[in-house]
């Protein structure tokens, strides 16, 4: 199980800095939506420069010109880049194929996403999906047996979870089995972010 970092509404010099407080407890780094529109692919290539050795996602949200966006997440030095599982899935096709082609990855985002997609998720060739309750769900919802239980009828996917994850509430979700756990806020928002990183890892580890 691999923990991603997810790099959230932070500064470039923010985004540095907690990256090189937490660099040893994580696996994944996460360039997030609101840093990719604030930086633009500059700050997926920066990071990719300074660390060779991480897989580094970039959390594109694509929901249409597919290839287009694939390409450049991908081409900037991200490994994986994020699709919506709501888009049509002519852009889900446009993305694997681009990804195909460039040795990247494709994660899906199932942030509310009906159960009745997963079937087509599947038919399209989908091999990653996240599990995910959106920054503005997480005061009323949060991540449970039902989200996985929808992801029965497709067992061979890798499954990343997301959504107000902490030290205490990963323990809730590592019982799915999920192959990333993603942790933001409780990470980057800490006053230790390097022990909040530990923490987080040490509970998976614990499992
Ligand atoms: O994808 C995310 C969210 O939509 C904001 O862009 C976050 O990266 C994801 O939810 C993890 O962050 P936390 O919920 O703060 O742990």
Excluded: W
Excluded at 20 to 39: A, C, L, P
Excluded at 73 to 99: H, K, N, P, W, Y
Excluded at 103 to 124: A, C, F, I, W, Y
């Amino acid at each position: 199980m691999k923990l991603q970092l997810a790099l959230d509404r932070l500064t470039l010099e923010k985004c540095l800095q907690v990256l090189e407080e937490t660099k040893d407890s994580i696996d994944i780094i996460e360039v997030g939506t609101g840093v990719i529109k604030e930086y633009g692919m500059s700050i997926v290539r920066e990071i990719r420069e300074r660390y060779p050795n991480k897989v580094l996602l970039a959390d594109m949200k694509t929901c249409d010109a597919a290839t287009h966006e694939t390409k450049q997440a991908l081409q900037a030095g991200a490994d994986i880049t994020t699709v919506m599982a709501f888009s049509d899935d002519a852009s889900i096709r446009q993305a694997l194929e681009a990804a195909e082609e460039m040795n990247g990855e494709v994660m899906l985002d199932l942030l509310n996403t009906p159960e009745s997609r997963v079937q087509d998720l599947h038919k399209l060739g989908v091999e990653l999906v996240s599990l995910h309750i959106g920054k503005d769900q997480q005061n009323t919802q949060k991540l449970g047996k039902k989200d996985f239980d929808k992801l029965k009828p497709f067992p061979a996917v890798k499954v990343a979870v997301a959504g107000g994850l902490d030290a205490e509430t990963v323990t809730e979700v590592i019982v799915y089995n999920p192959s990333i756990l993603i942790v933001g806020s409780a990470i980057t928002g800490a006053d230790n972010p390097a022990e909040a990183a530990k923490a987080v890892k040490e509970a998976m580890q614990n499992e």
